[in-house]
Structures are given as C-alpha cells and as structure tokens.
C-alpha cells in the first residue's frame, strides 16, 4: 500500500441498508478525516480522528458512525442509508492532529443509495 | 455563518496567466490552503498561506491579505493539464477546516 486507500470505489445500495466504508493509511498519520462532496458544494467534514481512540463530529455527522482501532484504519459506518446520502466520500489523513498540516486524501468512494 | 466565495468556474487559454480569487469570512483565521482537484479524483494540495503576502512554487503563486479576508491563486503559462477545480479552505478559530465549493477551471487551446 502506497498512501492512502479506500474501498469500495463505488456502491450501490438500497435504501435502509448498513455499509461500511473502508479506509486505510500507511503514512502512519495521527489525523484522519472522513469527508463528503456533493456537486455545487464544498467538501464537508462527517467525522475526523486526531490521534487512534479518539473520534470527533464534523459538520455533517447525522447518520454516520466511526471508530479508529488502530493508527492505519478509519471506517465509516451508514447505519440505515438514506437517498441523501448520495454522495461521494474521501478519506484524509494528515502527519498531525493540527489542522496547520497538509492532508492527504484517499481516491474516494462514489455511494448511491437508492 | 462562516462563508467561502469562489467563482464556480473560469475559461482561460493555453500559455496564459489564470487567477483564481476566493473570499472568506470565518469566525477567526488560522491559515489558507488551496488544492487542485482533477475530474473523479482526490484534491491534491497546492499551497498554504498564514501571513500576508505573495508565496510562489513554480507556475503557481498564492497571494492572502488577512485584512480583507481575500486570497487568490496565480496560474502562469497554463497548461492542458491545468484543467481542474481548485478549492479554497481556512482554518478557522476553532482549528476546522472551511471548504470553498470549489473553481472549475477550464483551459482553451
């Protein structure tokens, strides 16, 4: 692994079904963030983790669940998908917990839910 | 309500200078950064201001004047590859990172 990776690439899902968006960094960053962008809008922070065992709520974290186990993996959790949660989703990951350093995102997810 | 305006797209030709400006108001100011982003891939990072003043890397400069909450970002001799959208952030006084929806920049032979 080189960076940062993310998986699926894409998915299609039913409505009210649980998915679980893999993220994994080798970059042995403290920082990681999960994101979504939506067209017409700039990219909004769900979730973030500044350091493994610790989480935080971003902007958007409504229908959302992570958890940071570990220092590489940072999943994120759609309990019951909704339509509005179309969307596509980046990982980041940044050398610190300051928002100061560069982050460093993941090729992303592309989710439709139906 | 913390804001971030950016013209949502720009046509500019090969060879020229392209800039890109971004305004903000954000409770507090603790840095700028701005990223490039292709069509159906990741932002790449670009360039990070904190002070006022001009800072270059190659074809690329970025400009900030904190006392008017403005930035832009200089693009010299532009080229094909060039085409992409480039997203303003700030850092915010609780440290949180503000993004700009983002300047779809389309470059003309």
């Known amino acids: 692994i080189a960076g940062i990776t993310q998986a699926p690439t894409s998915q299609i899902l039913a409505a009210g079904r649980r998915m679980t968006l893999r993220c994994t960094q080798d970059m042995r960053h403290n920082a990681m963030y999960w994101y979504r962008q939506d067209l017409g809008l700039g990219l909004r922070l769900i979730h973030y983790s500044n350091t493994a065992g610790t989480t935080g709520k971003g902007e958007v974290p409504d229908g959302y669940s992570v958890s940071r186990a570990n220092t590489d993996d940072f999943p994120l959790t759609l309990a019951s998908a909704v339509p509005s949660q179309t969307s596509v989703y980046f990982c980041?990951?940044?050398?610190?917990?300051?928002?100061?350093?560069?982050?460093?995102f993941g090729p992303g997810t592309r989710l439709t839910v139906l | 309500g913390q804001n971030i305006d950016q013209p949502t797209e720009m046509t500019a030709t090969e060879g020229a200078i392209v800039q890109i400006n971004c305004t903000y108001q954000t409770s507090g100011f603790n840095g700028l950064f701005w990223y490039q982003q292709h069509a159906g891939e990741a932002p790449t990072f670009l360039s990070y201001n904190v002070l006022d003043g001009l800072e270059e890397k190659g074809r690329f400069s970025s400009f900030l004047s904190r006392s008017k909450g403005y930035s832009y970002l200089l693009l010299k001799e532009l080229q094909m590859k060039d085409s992409a959208s480039y997203l303003c952030?700030?850092?915010?006084?609780?440290?949180?990172?503000?993004w700009g929806a983002g300047t779809k920049l389309i470059i003309k032979p």
């Open positions: 980041a990951s940044s050398p610190g917990g300051s928002s100061y350093n560069e982050q460093f």
């Open positions: 952030a700030v850092i915010d006084s609780n440290y949180q990172l503000i």
